[in-house]
């Protein structure tokens, strides 16, 4: 099995992550166009809960399990294989029974009943998906990148093949039914990328040493696992308490359920999907480091581990920047180019809403990438407990901004982007301060900072007039966002042409990451 080093791998991951991320957002605007604003509300109200159930019986696990791999022998990764696989299936079947029984309850408390048949499609999917992150976390730990990422596109090609077809043949019965037709494809999807993974580890697994070790235990797995799983539950914990507090806000105000329910959709179905499409970049920087650093940090070698965190906090800079910027400048031209068909001007202006709400998440880009590396980073020297502390306080705040905010009717659904944008600037600072508590950052605010702001000023200058010289429209739009894209690279090569800094430059970036 091909072991990649830490820019390979990064890149191979962030790519098929980007296309998967991609494939899932292309696959959100025909279903706008199926289901409505509405239907993707009742689509999107099931995911909180879902999502954490996922964190409970499968997130922890692959950064978890490609720790233990990481620093063990093959035949340690066999019996964690196996064992994991034992465990972790269990609590998965658990955990989608429970949610079948109980999808008519959970869907009235979240203020729209019409979501339960949606929970019982999604339900089997939770098995699925605990059973795949095993074989995601050996793969991440043997440093073999190929098979997660082939897995991630499988899983979204077939998601957006099967969930389109269902949601049109079941959207004429109603809503629900065509909500429901939508997750029955997600449900497939996985299935598929299951068979994938296992076929591929059946294959590699033979270069393993054969002999089986007892040492591991499920209890030293799940120790493990918890702190990882604690740490990536919180989010999704605050998203689910989002899900039963936003629509029952926005109706306490005024608005009708359908209305609610509408915004709700466009909020988590529309922009948060956007709003995550680059932070996924940086995500696959962060799943890269754990291995890394944590065999370094094992090794007693601090200085390659802050040389590891410095790279991958910088190259998170590097990429989510732009985008975030972009985000900002241009929301209403993002929208209109992929909603165009599927929102509507009705009770609310949807496109209106959308683009609001994107200006304001696009400064949350850049503090989710920081916290998501910074929290890898800090797990992977076992400092697993601070990220933890950070984010339930962070989190806390936005529940509490939240309640208040999207009480007051003025600001309505806006007050739940406000709330999320303020978690995460708190959860950045306070990770980051932590970091560089334990770790010596090579970061300058000259050549990480202050030279790709400038370069975002004179992409987005550059957007503009060509904007306003080749007008709107499709190849118009494309053209706009590819000048933009390459003024940002071109300016960076310029300013920092003839400059040195730790005998690097940032037109190598990508080239001045030492390998394992």
């Not at 099995?1 to 830490?6: A, C, I, R, T």
């Not at 605050?238 to 806000?249: E, G, H, R, Y």
């Not at 906090?313 to 929301?331: E, G, M, N």
Request: charge should be positive; include cysteine; hydrophobic fraction near 55%.
């Amino acid at each position: 099995m091909k072991k990649q080093n830490f820019i390979v791998g990064s890149l191979i991951l962030a790519l098929s992550s980007f296309f998967a991320k991609v494939i899932g957002a292309v696959y959100r605007i025909p279903l706008t166009y199926i289901l409505g604003a509405e239907g993707l509300g009742l689509y999107q109200m099931i995911f909180p809960l879902y999502s954490t159930l996922l964190v409970l019986c499968s997130t922890g696990v692959p950064n978890a399990i490609a720790k233990i791999v990481a620093s063990g022998n093959g035949a340690q990764n066999r019996a964690v294989v196996r064992k994991s696989l034992l465990f972790f299936a269990g609590i998965s079947l658990f955990m989608s029974l429970a949610l079948a029984l109980l999808s008519k309850p959970i869907a009235t408390l979240q203020g729209n009943g019409d979501a339960w048949l949606v929970y019982v499609g999604i339900a089997p999917a939770i098995f699925f998906v605990g059973v795949l992150s095993v074989f995601r976390g050996y793969f991440q730990g043997k440093q073999n990148i190929l098979p997660t990422s082939i897995s991630l596109i499988i899983e979204q090609l077939f998601k957006l093949i099967f969930g389109l077809l269902f949601a049109s043949l079941f959207i004429s019965r109603g809503l629900m039914f065509g909500a429901f037709g939508a997750v029955l494809g997600v449900t497939l999807s996985e299935i598929f990328a299951l068979v994938m993974i296992v076929i591929q580890y059946l294959f590699s697994r033979r270069k393993d040493t054969q002999n089986i070790c007892e040492n591991i235990t499920v209890k030293s797995i799940v120790k493990t696992t918890i702190p990882m799983t604690i740490s990536s539950m919180i989010m999704p914990l605050t998203l689910l308490v989002d899900s039963f507090l936003i629509i029952n806000l926005l109706k306490h105000i005024g608005y009708s359920t359908s209305t609610a329910t509408n915004m709700y959709g466009i909020l988590t179905g529309v922009v948060n999907s956007l709003i995550n499409l680059p932070v996924v970049l940086s995500m696959a920087v962060a799943t890269m480091v754990i291995p890394i650093i944590s065999k370094l940090h094992s090794n007693h070698q601090a200085h390659l581990v802050a040389d590891k965190a410095t790279s991958a906090l910088r190259l998170v800079l590097f990429i989510t920047l732009p985008c975030a910027v972009v985000f900002l400048v241009f929301p209403k031209d993002i929208i209109y180019f992929l909603f165009k068909n599927g929102l509507k001007v009705g009770v609310i202006d949807e496109y209106q809403v959308a683009s609001n709400l994107l200006r304001i998440g696009a400064f949350a880009i850049l503090f989710i990438a920081l916290v998501q590396v910074a929290t890898t980073i800090l797990q992977s020297i076992n400092k697993t407990k601070v990220p933890v502390y950070n984010m339930i306080g962070a989190c806390f705040l936005k529940v509490m901004l939240t309640l208040v905010l999207v009480l007051i009717p003025s600001i309505n659904i806006y007050g739940a982007m406000w709330s999320t944008l303020t978690c995460y600037v708190v959860c950045a600072i306070l990770n980051l301060q932590n970091l560089t508590t334990c770790i010596k950052i090579k970061l300058s605010l000259q050549y990480d900072i202050v030279l790709p702001a400038l370069a975002c000023v004179m992409m987005a200058t550059s957007m503009y007039a060509i904007k306003q010289i080749i007008g709107v429209g499709f190849i118009q739009t494309m053209t706009v966002f590819l000048v933009g894209g390459a003024m940002y690279l071109l300016t960076i090569l310029l300013l920092n042409y003839r400059r040195t800094y730790d005998k690097q430059t940032i037109a190598k970036y990508f080239h001045n990451i030492k390998t394992l």
